[in-house]
């Protein structure tokens, strides 16, 4: 029961919202990047130490499959140190609340926007996987 139209039956925009999406997580990535010096030099050494045809053959792939991975590596950082200080709290380390509750709330906000963005990154894929019978 799709629907056809000039575009080959895609929602129109889909792409579109996608490359978006894409260009938003390389921008964040970035700007991680540029706070964080000295984790850039290790990716850096990571990128070098791979095999020359399979960096070559990865192309703008490996860099998106690279930035995802980081910021799933990000949100799980930030899941961690909000449990940490929820922990610390707990032992009456730390005696912010304010600092603990805007920590999970962090959490809690970088969380949903990784979920959006595999919601998204799924809905592509089925709609691409659509247009290909």
């Known amino acids: 029961m799709s629907t056809v139209n ?3 039956g895609a929602k ?6 996608i490359m978006a999406l894409r260009q938003q997580i390389l921008e964040r990535s970035e700007a991680l990047q540029q706070a964080r010096p000295a984790q850039t030099g290790a990716v850096e050494d990571a990128k070098s130490s791979a095999p020359t045809g399979v960096a070559q053959a990865n192309g703008p792939l490996g860099d998106f499959a ?3 991975s980081g910021a799933v590596d990000n949100v799980s950082a930030i899941q961690k140190r909000s449990s940490d200080m929820a922990a ?9 609340v304010t ?12 969380f949903e926007a990784t ?7 799924l809905s592509a ?9």
């Open 12 to 17: 129109p925009g889909g792409l579109a919202d």
């Open 66 to 68: 690279d930035t995802l």
């Open 99 to 110: 600092q603990v509750m805007l920590a999970r709330q962090e959490s809690s906000v970088a």
């Open 115 to 121: 979920l959006q963005v595999r919601n998204k990154l």
């Open 125 to 133: 894929y089925q709609e691409i996987m659509r247009m290909g019978g």
């Open 6 to 8: 000039g575009s080959g």
């Open 88 to 96: 610390a709290y707990e032992r009456g380390e730390v005696t912010d």
